[in-house]
């Protein structure tokens, strides 16, 4: 019988670090290699590359390398590909790679994130940021009141749930201390020293309610996700995670404008693409660049009400790696680095393989939601091991 | 003294970001549905005319969200201070980013009426609210 579906198949992450020297093509390579050693993989059998948002080229750090770039250097054959940030977050981009490999386009896609924030920034030169004398687009409307870090824009949708669900700093710390906690036993994680309630409480705040622990830090990385066609699910060698649904979804593409953010509209409509229900899902990983985010998730997907996310996170034992609904057990990016996106699919299959080593989660997990994104960006990944 | 990152003016956001030197916060509205369409544009986002110009608003606001902000983002920042979002009145679904001024940091809450003040750097008059 034909196999229309979608797959995960090789994943690969290079070192996460800060600061890096190693060129970002290799950085990318290294973890092109490690996916591609996984899924049993060659580089002639890749016919498709995605990434999000491609050269970035007035910010280097923020994406250096292209999907152009990346099929031109490792001799690809390509029948498709795509690189861009006009797409519903970082994890679009493997949505776009899931519909190429159902349409036929493609067969084996090296989806990729690579960041190298961290080396730009030790390395101007090399690296420079593009400055205009003037803003315009989007930025004409919050740089010139110095809202210029997402921080400030993440901030005010997480104040609206402060003043009107209630939501406590000890409720938000739990997102830090469950990163941090599990970042502690991820060997490639950026952050490995435990954090504690005291040292979160006492954190010199950036953005009320968003204190400096509520933020990820640059890093140096590349992660790697192959998505494989089910025609061509023989070929891999590794237990194939199926993308059993995307969403990509916003009510109004602006981080003023819209009353809800993306992940609200994008979590409703996960579930309109499947049989899956909250409760079967084993174990979440949601983007936290800011921590609020991940609070966000919870409540978009109905793992509880919206306004409750403080309330189901309290104390963190619900989202600790033995607990109900474990949460981000790499570290998110908080812990782990921002990898951008593509490390919480990265986990989910990790987890999924029951490849997580010391952080394994008990109890065969066989259902996951990866997430990326906030404010008009979002997209949500349902991923089941069959 | 390092200023404010002013916008660059366009056909499209001129009005908004020079209204201030006649007093006047001006947002873009359709003249065929009545509906206001921000960012502004040459369409209306509710009913697609293109019969949208330039309208001037009574210049109150309520403060929608609002953050305290302590990282010092830009060389001409003072911090701490009050980024807010204000749901300007008359212009249902309009919000403004902006900065809460001439109060201190801890005396804003949400709900608070506001009335939009300009504060010129070269040809912008960036549109600030301070409590009324």
């Known amino acids: ?129 593009q400055r205009s004398e003037r803003v315009d687009g989007f930025t004409q409307w919050v740089a010139p009141y110095y809202a210029i870090s997402a921080a400030t824009w993440v ?16 409720q938000l710390a739990q997102i830090a201390l469950t990163d941090r906690a599990n970042a502690l036993l991820n060997p490639r994680a950026l952050v490995r020293e435990p954090l504690t309630m005291d040292e979160y409480m006492s954190a010199r705040m950036i953005s009320e309610p968003l ?68 409760a079967d899902v084993d174990t979440v990983q949601f983007y936290d660049g800011f921590s609020f985010l991940a609070v966000t998730w919870l409540e978009a997907l109905g793992f509880c009400a919206v306004g409750e996310g403080g309330k189901f996170i309290e104390g963190g034992k619900r989202i600790a790696r033995d607990g109900e609904l474990p949460l981000n057990t790499f570290g998110g990016q908080i812990g782990a680095g921002r990898l951008h996106g593509f490390g919480f699919a990265h986990e989910s299959v990790v987890q999924l393989r029951g490849n997580g080593g010391e952080r394994q989660i008990p109890g065969d997990p066989k259902v996951a939601v990866a997430t990326s994104g906030g404010g008009p960006l979002a997209t949500a990944l349902l991923l089941v091991r069959d | 003294m390092a200023s404010r990152p002013l916008p660059r003016l366009d056909t499209d956001n001129r009005a908004f970001w020079t209204g201030g030197a006649e007093g006047e916060l001006r947002l873009h509205k359709c003249a065929d549905c009545g509906e206001f369409t921000h960012p502004p544009r040459p369409v209306c986002r509710h009913c697609l005319s293109e019969n949208v110009t330039p309208t001037a608003v009574a210049g109150t ?26 749901a300007v009145d008359g212009a249902p679904g309009v919000y403004l980013t902006t900065n809460i001024i001439g109060c201190g940091v801890d005396e804003v809450e949400f709900g608070d009426k506001v009335r939009v003040t300009f504060e010129q750097q070269d040809d912008v008059y960036i549109p600030l609210f301070e409590k009324v």
């Not at chain 1, 386009?105 to 990729?112: E, L, M, P, T, Y």
């Not at chain 1, 699910?233 to 009353?259: F, L, M, N, Y």
Request: some cysteine.
């Open chain 1, 155 to 170: 901030a005010q949708y997480a104040m609206r749930h402060v003043k009107k669900y209630g939501l406590t700093r000890e």
């Open chain 2, 61 to 86: 606001a309520v403060i929608d969200t609002y953050t305290i902000c302590h990282q010092k983002w830009h060389p001409a920042m003072e911090v701490p201070c009050i980024l807010a979002r204000v």
């Open chain 1, 1 to 129: 019988m034909q196999n229309t579906e979608a797959y995960i198949t090789g994943i690969g992450q290079s070192e996460i670090g800060m600061k890096l020297t190693r060129h970002p093509l290799l950085l990318t390579l290294d973890a092109v290699r490690e996916a591609l050693d996984e899924a049993g993989l060659t580089i002639d059998q890749i016919d498709g590359v995605s990434t999000y948002p491609g050269r970035a080229a007035g910010y280097l750090g923020f994406s250096p390398v292209g999907a152009d770039e990346l099929v031109d250097a490792l001799g690809i054959k390509a029948t498709w590909y795509a690189g861009g940030g006009e797409i519903s977050s970082q994890l679009g981009a493997v949505g776009a790679a899931v519909n190429a490999v159902k349409n036929g386009q493609a067969r084996h896609v090296i989806c990729f994130r690579t960041v190298y924030e961290a080396a730009a920034m030790a390395r101007p030169d090399e690296y420079p940021m």
């Open chain 1, 211 to 278: 204190c400096l622990f509520d933020c990820d830090r640059y890093s140096d990385a590349s992660t790697v996700l192959i998505v494989s066609a089910g025609d061509a699910i023989d070929e891999v060698k590794c237990t194939p995670i199926r993308v059993a649904a995307v969403a990509g979804s916003v009510d109004r593409h602006s981080w003023d404008q819209a009353e809800w953010m993306a992940s609200y509209a994008t979590g409703r409509d996960l579930w309109k693409y499947t049989d899956y229900t909250p």
